[in-house]
Nanobody, 118 residues
Framework: QVQFVESGGGLVQPGGSLRLSCTASGFTFSTYAMSWYRQGPGKERELVATISSIGGLTTYAGSVKGRFTISRHNALTTVYLQMNSLKPEDTAVYYC???????????WGQGTQVTVSS
């Protein structure tokens, strides 16, 4: 059974930082690219960042490039998202899933809420 457990969200002021974590189980983590997605209020879920299976290649949405960094620890089956210089428009529920261009699995975790507000 594929599972994703996201954590690390919270309330932060504009310009602040957060580090999100997602621990995955139920599949061979080290053989999949991993991605972070987010869904803001009234918006569709969007792809934020992707990292290749061994971590050598990363890609980012234009809106977060230069501010967010995705990384992974295969032995811990965990993917991270370091978010710096946060903006109010980064407010969303953040999710992870396997895959790159599209989610590999239909199941999603509960997500972690990130709110950027003064």
């Amino acid at each position: 059974q594929v599972q994703f457990v996201e954590s690390g969200g919270g309330l932060v002021q504009p310009g602040g930082s957060l580090r999100l974590s997602c621990t995955a189980s139920g599949f061979t983590f080290s053989t999949y690219a991993m991605s972070w997605y987010r869904q803001g209020p009234g918006k569709e879920r969007e792809l934020v960042a992707t990292i290749s299976s061994i971590g050598g290649l990363t890609t980012y949405a234009g809106s977060v490039k230069g501010r967010f960094t995705i990384s992974r620890h295969n032995a811990l089956t965990t993917v991270y998202l370091q978010m710096n210089s946060l903006k109010p428009e980064d407010t969303a529920v953040y999710y992870c899933n396997a895959g790159s261009m599209a989610p590999s699995f239909s199941s999603w975790g509960q997500g972690t809420q990130v709110t950027v507000s003064s």
